[in-house]
Every structure is written in structure tokens, then in C-alpha cells.
């Protein structure tokens, strides 16, 4: 028996007797066990010569315990196909029920231009007539400075219609027609000497134009 085995034996009976010392309690005894195997680690490594070294290692601090959870790392990943063409439906349905009301709401605007023109061009003509007991000869574009002698006007900043009119001594009408360039082709509107509104034409799939008109239809039901 080599050395290094006799002191591995010597120490370990030490610590045993230690162990079992009277007057030590179960518990106590539990516990010593428990330090001493914490404590001591006594390790016989064989040398190539057939010798054997004891080696004492001091105990290293406790190692946290490892959850057995792993948290997934969130991958980023794309849209399904399935997911794309919900998202196209939806869009569809969104568009088709807004862009109309939308456009419809834009051409409302757009259409004030000319019944706020012709109500502009009714005043400024009973003016007129007021002044001089009849109606100007004739309608020239809008300018700076006061018009010429027996011309009136038109309205002034159009950007979707364009104002004619045909005056007479003691009867005139005034006409908006909605121009393409501003998408308003097919709107006219006329207003006369009698205030008397007419919706002239309007474009497909809007109601309410002709001659038996008596009002300014601003909406494609036919309302006014």
C-alpha cells in the first residue's frame, strides 16, 4: 500500500470519528456528514509510475441551479399568404365603401364654386340694372380696375367652371358649366334676370337635371 493511500485512509477515518462522537445528535450527525463531504474532496490520481498522490481540494462555491426552461428567441418572420389576402379583402371592402363617398364629397365642393358664382353674378347684375334701368351689354373677364362702360365681370379665381352669359336690355342668364380639367364636365347651372335656378345637366348616374328643374341639385340623389 503506497503512502498516499495510507494518509487517504488515516484522514478519512478521522473525519468519521468526528461523525460519531457521543453526545452528537442525528441531525448534528447529518449535518457534519454533509460538511464534510462539502468540505473535503479526496481524490487518488494514479501517476504513470504506479505511485498514487492525494490530493485535497477545497470545495468551490456552489453553482446556481440551471432553470430546465429555455426561453425561445422570437424569430421575425414574414406574412402568410393566407394573411395577405385578408389584408388585401379588407382594403377592398375599406375602398369600396369610402372612395365613393369620398369623391362625392370632393365634387359637393367643387360645385359651390358655381352656385357661389352665379349668386355673386345675380347680385352685381341687379346692381346694374338698379343704376342704370337695364342690364350691361356684355360679360368680360374678371380684371383689375372697374369694367368697361355696359360690361360687367365674371367671377374672378375659377378653377372648376366657366361663366357665360346672355344679357338683354331687361332680361339676362348667367351659366356654369363644370369644365373637364377640373372634373367637372357635365355640370351646368344657370340662374336668370327672375332668380330662377335650373340644373341644366349633370353627369351620368347623378338625378335631377332639366328643364323642369328649379333648383341647384348638388347631390347625386337629386337633393338641392
Not at 453553482?63 to 414574414?78: H, K, L, W
Not at 378653377?159 to 369644365?179: M, N, P
Amino acid at each position: 500500500m503506497s503512502l498516499a493511500t495510507v494518509k487517504a485512509s488515516l484522514t478519512a477515518r478521522r473525519l468519521w470519528s468526528d461523525v460519531r462522537a457521543p453526545g452528537v445528535g442525528r441531525l448534528e450527525r447529518y449535518r457534519r456528514v454533509k460538511e464534510a463531504g462539502r468540505m473535503y474532496t479526496t481524490t487518488v490520481i494514479a501517476t504513470t509510475s504506479g505511485t498514487a498522490a492525494m490530493v485535497i481540494n477545497e470545495p468551490s462555491a456552489p453553482q446556481a441551479s440551471v432553470s430546465p426552461r429555455i426561453t425561445a428567441t422570437r424569430r421575425q418572420r414574414g406574412f402568410t399568404l393566407l394573411e395577405m389576402m385578408v389584408t388585401v379583402a379588407t382594403l377592398a371592402i375599406v375602398a369600396g365603401i369610402a372612395l365613393p363617398n369620398y369623391l362625392d364629397y370632393m365634387t359637393r365642393g367643387k360645385i359651390v364654386e358655381a352656385t357661389s358664382g352665379l349668386n355673386d353674378m345675380r347680385v352685381r347684375l341687379e346692381q346694374y340694372f338698379a343704376d342704370n334701368r337695364q342690364y350691361p351689354t356684355g360679360c368680360v373677364a374678371s380684371a383689375t380696375g372697374p369694367a368697361p362702360a355696359g360690361k360687367i365681370y365674371l367671377p374672378a379665381s375659377i378653377k372648376h367652371f366657366a361663366f357665360t352669359c346672355a344679357l338683354r336690355a331687361t332680361t339676362y342668364t348667367v351659366t356654369a358649366t363644370g369644365t373637364a380639367g377640373g372634373g367637372m364636365a357635365g355640370f351646368v347651372y344657370t340662374i336668370n334676370q327672375a332668380s330662377a335656378r335650373n340644373t341644366a345637366s349633370l353627369p351620368p348616374g347623378w338625378a335631377g337635371a332639366g328643364s323642369s328643374s328649379t333648383c341647384w341639385v348638388t347631390r347625386k340623389s337629386g337633393d338641392c
